[in-house]
């Protein structure tokens, strides 16, 4: 998988979305572009506290 995706110049993209790619020419995310879309749906909201924390670190992570 790893060198595939090296050939393909998607290093830097998710497992999941590469093969939606090869499968069915679907757009791929970078890993980025995804936590930054769940971070636009404001899907956060319903945490607070310490749990919004962590959650807020492994997507900037």
């Known amino acids: ?3 595939l995706k090296a ?5 830097d993209v998710d497992d ?3 093969i939606c790619h090869i499968a069915f020419d679907k757009k791929p995310l970078t890993r980025r572009e995804r936590a930054s879309n769940v ?4 899907f956060l909201s ?5 749990a919004r924390e ?3 670190t492994l997507l900037d992570k």
């Open 7 to 11: 050939e393909q110049n998607m290093t």
């Open 16 to 18: 999941f979305d590469f």
């Open 46 to 50: 319903k945490y607070s506290g310490a």
């Open 54 to 56: 962590v959650l807020e």
């Open 39 to 42: 971070k636009k749906r404001d």
């Open 1 to 3: 998988m790893e060198a």
